[in-house]
């Protein structure tokens, strides 16, 4: 063979060679170490459960408020939070509330009323406001039409004890504690499964409600008998003596 045609095929020979080395290097691997940005799968994942995390919260309901403020002589709850709370009924955070050392301001009716809510919200079912009855002020209503009627304020917006709001006029409250204070009707079914465990840890509520169920045999409303609405009644009485007399009820985590 020619001395030239040995060199072009030694200079080919080179050429694939060179080549087949180039192709068999591969790409650093992609690190993760600190100071280097996440993938886009994981930027993703990280904004899901955020995401995740803000509607679990929502869906949980506003948070509740156990500290009030001082207004005049009265100790009540923010505006915002009145709003957010007589927008439902709130049997758990009420007995909250009520609780002997609670530093709410508490009023009592001066008559029998019926129950409606001005702030738009859930009233108490059809149960009526009784004489004596036991309410926590929420928020004061001034008198904006500019006529004095002797005794009378603009009225109140207070909680129930079964966790409902109503709106009163100036003359159906009073701050005079009566000799016996009433309370709207507790009924067991309407409570959290932390509020009932917390009374049944109570021998007297325990045995109550045990005569209850015996009595009404797992039937809440409706036609039921004279014994069962009787008994219902003692446990709704008996819960009320349990949280005025410092009984424990646990503290919801948000509202309804």
């Known amino acids: 063979m020619p001395r030239h045609s040995l060199r072009v095929t030694a200079i080919a020979a080179i050429s694939v060679f060179a080549a087949a080395c ?10 993760n ?19 995740a995390a803000s509607t679990a919260q929502a869906d949980a309901g506003p948070a509740v408020v156990t500290t009030c403020e001082k207004q005049g002589d009265l100790c009540l709850p923010t505006a915002a939070f009145v709003k957010k709370l007589c927008g439902n009924v709130n049997p758990d955070l009420a007995l909250v509330y009520f609780k002997k050392d609670s530093p709410f301001s508490r009023g009592y009716l001066t008559r029998n009323t019926d129950a409606w809510n001005a702030s738009g919200g859930a009233s108490s079912s059809n149960d009526k406001l009784a004489f004596d009855e036991e309410v926590i002020v929420l928020s004061v209503k001034k008198n904006t039409t500019g006529i004095e009627v002797s005794g009378a304020g603009g009225g109140y917006d207070v909680l129930r004890w079964d966790g ?10 009073t701050f005079k504690a009566p000799p016996k204070a009433k309370n709207a009707k507790l009924r067991w079914q309407d409570y959290s499964e932390e509020s009932q465990s917390a009374f049944v840890n109570d021998a007297t509520l325990g045995k ?23 008994a219902v009644d003692k446990l709704s009485d008996a819960i009320a003596a349990y949280v005025r007399g410092g009984g424990d009820v646990p503290v919801p985590k948000a509202l309804k």
Do not use: H, W
């Open 33 to 51: 170490e600190e100071g280097v940005e996440p993938t886009s799968s994981e930027g993703a994942a990280t904004t899901a459960k955020a995401t």
């Open 22 to 31: 180039g192709s068999s290097q591969t790409e650093p691997a992609s690190s």
């Open 208 to 230: 109550i409600n045990k005569e209850r169920r015996d009595e009404c045999k797992g039937v809440t409303m409706g036609d039921v008998s004279k014994a069962c609405e009787k």
């Open 164 to 173: 409902s709001c109503a709106s009163l006029s100036g003359e159906e409250l």
